[in-house]
């Protein structure tokens, strides 16, 4: 097989550059007729690599690409699940080369997508092909391709409904996540779910003029700073009640193991140009982004930001929060203790509304599964070094969902990195992990296909 690999190494990488070129945006409405060209390329790919049934199934949405192959049905199936939508890539100002326009330097891929997820799903693609090639397909797959994962997945959850036959199966495999480093390798055993909010807050019913009006009545936006800055006290906890009730916390043992992962808080701060790291108090920074839940706000806006100065009073200011959650939290229940204490720490000069959008469910995947020790030695055999598991920080919702609705657990085999930029401008992939994954997945095949045995 590593023979066939390499041989077709420049045509595995130009096919994905091909995929990378096509602006599969799911946010923006512009960006349809080339989302669903996307479902289009991909299907073919999946075909030509040797699936059966490869079918681009409708929803209320972006469709889903489907494909399988059946070898034996008495033999295990693996589930493959990746998404081929993409974060929107603004702002374009700051990337160095046009982020539809894929460029290799320095034997990395640059392009919006390269890593999450077109890379990264587009190495299942090709590890199928090269099993299918070298009849080295040792048990059956089908593929599950979605366009709305960075957009909450809203249609993913009745397809699933719609056609448990169709995706019966035995494990759910995925390349969306991260790795600690190129020779560290790691393999995500978790993920934080998701409360994400909108505010809106109301002062007086029009715009004033601050000097007329300053001083006696409400600013929207500084109520709202207000409102935002007390949802954490002077440790960065979180200040909405019962916020914590549910959090799992960790045994010392747990964490002392977590804590023997490689990590150089002096590397972090330089990477990112930091004077220091800002976080809850009594975690570590690997703590903090993987087993502890968060606050954010990803957008704040209102009043007056064009060119130059305009003295007003705005009527209304607005907010995007989101919520990081951590088992055994729910994104039901988080929505409605942020929505019930916003309202309650809103002044009388104010009126306030919370929208929630999406929301996904925290999720622990197990490492006593064989999948998960099938996993753990394809790594071993590719990077001569034994995987760690790590809890990681982003979400993936519909991993709890396919747990809840099929009854599957995850193997959340990533093979990008912290440091590709990924939703940031100057997205990149490596070549070297776009091989790795070419490389590991068929052992994955082979040892979960033994194990099961
Ligand atoms: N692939 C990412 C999630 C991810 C990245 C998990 C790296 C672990 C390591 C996924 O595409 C993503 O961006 N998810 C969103 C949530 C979604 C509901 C928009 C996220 O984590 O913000
Ligand atoms: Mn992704
Ligand atoms: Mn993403």
């Known amino acids: 097989m590593n023979q066939y690999i390499s041989d077709n190494k420049d045509r595995f990488v130009n096919e994905l550059l091909d995929m990378l070129r096509?602006?599969?945006?799911?946010?923006?409405?512009?960006f349809k007729q080339d989302v669903l060209r996307t479902a289009e390329f991909l299907a073919q790919?999946?075909?030509?690599?040797?699936?059966?049934?490869?079918?681009?199934?409708?929803?209320?949405?972006?469709?889903?690409?489907?494909?399988?192959?059946?070898?034996d049905p008495s033999l295990p199936t693996v589930l493959v699940y990746g998404h081929y939508d993409v974060q929107p890539a603004d702002p374009y100002e700051l990337w160095n080369s046009p982020p539809f326009e894929p460029v290799i330097k320095d034997g990395k891929i640059y392009a919006r997508?390269?890593?999450?997820?077109?890379?990264?799903?587009?190495?299942?693609?090709?590890?199928?092909?090269?099993?299918?090639?070298?009849?080295?397909?040792?048990?059956?797959?089908?593929?599950?391709?979605?366009?709305?994962?960075?957009?909450?997945?809203?249609?993913?959850?009745?397809?699933?409904?719609?056609?448990?036959?169709?995706?019966?199966?035995?494990?759910?495999?995925?390349?969306?996540?991260?790795?600690?480093?190129?020779?560290?390798?790691?393999?995500?055993?978790?993920?934080?779910?998701?409360?994400y909010m909108e505010v809106e807050v109301t002062g007086p019913n029009r715009d004033l003029h601050s000097g007329l009006?300053?001083?006696?009545?409400?600013?929207?936006i500084n109520v709202l700073c207000q409102m935002i800055a007390s949802m954490h006290d002077e440790n960065y906890h979180i200040t909405?009640?019962?916020?914590?009730?549910?959090?799992?916390?960790?045994?010392?043992?747990?964490?002392a193991e977590m804590a023997r992962a490689p990590f150089s808080l002096d590397a972090y701060k330089k990477a990112l140009d930091l004077g220091d790291v800002q976080g809850e108090a009594g975690y570590s920074t690997m703590e903090?982004?993987?087993?502890?839940?968060?606050?954010?706000?990803?957008?704040?806006?209102?009043?007056?930001?064009?060119?130059?100065?305009?003295?007003?009073?705005?009527?209304?200011?607005?907010?995007?929060?989101?919520?990081?959650?951590v088992p055994n939290q729910t994104s039901e229940e988080i929505t409605e203790k942020f929505t019930k204490h916003f309202e309650s720490i809103a002044p009388a000069s104010v009126k306030v509304v919370v929208k929630p959008h999406h929301g996904g469910e925290p999720v622990v995947t197990p490492t006593d599964s064989v999948a998960y020790q099938a996993a753990a030695k394809a790594y071993e055999e590719t990077f001569g070094v034994k995987p760690i598991p790590v809890r990681s920080g982003g979400s993936i919702p519909i991993v709890a969902m396919f747990k809840s609705e099929l009854g599957l657990d995850s193997v959340l085999?990533?093979?990008?990195?912290?440091?590709?930029?990924?939703?940031?401008?100057?997205?990149?992939?490596?070549?070297?992990?776009?091989?790795?994954g070419i490389e590991t997945i068929p052992l994955f095949f082979k040892h979960y296909a033994e194990m099961s045995r």
């Open 22 to 30: 096509i602006p599969s945006v799911s946010a923006d409405p512009k």
């Open 113 to 195: 997508g390269a890593c999450d997820d077109k890379g990264q799903m587009y190495m299942h693609v090709k590890a199928f092909e090269v099993m299918m090639r070298n009849n080295a397909l040792p048990c059956n797959v089908k593929f599950m391709i979605e366009g709305e994962e960075e957009v909450g997945s809203a249609n993913l959850a009745t397809f699933v409904k719609n056609n448990r036959e169709k995706l019966k199966g035995d494990v759910i495999l995925i390349s969306d996540t991260g790795m600690l480093a190129n020779d560290v390798p790691s393999i995500t055993t978790g993920l934080r779910g998701m409360s």
């Open 288 to 325: 903090r982004t993987s087993i502890r839940p968060t606050l954010d706000v990803n957008g704040i806006w209102g009043g007056y930001i064009g060119e130059g100065a305009k003295t007003v009073i705005p009527s209304k200011a607005f907010a995007k929060i989101s919520m990081r959650l």
């Open 240 to 255: 909405i009640p019962g916020f914590y009730d549910n959090v799992q916390e960790l045994s010392q043992e747990e964490r």
């Open 213 to 220: 009006y300053g001083g006696a009545v409400a600013n929207p």
């Open 45 to 71: 790919k999946l075909t030509e690599a040797g699936a059966d049934k490869v079918e681009i199934c409708e929803t209320a949405g972006y469709p889903i690409v489907y494909g399988e192959k059946i070898v």
């Open 413 to 436: 085999m990533g093979f990008g990195l912290d440091s590709d930029a990924i939703h940031s401008p100057n997205e990149h992939f490596g070549l070297f992990n776009f091989m790795k």
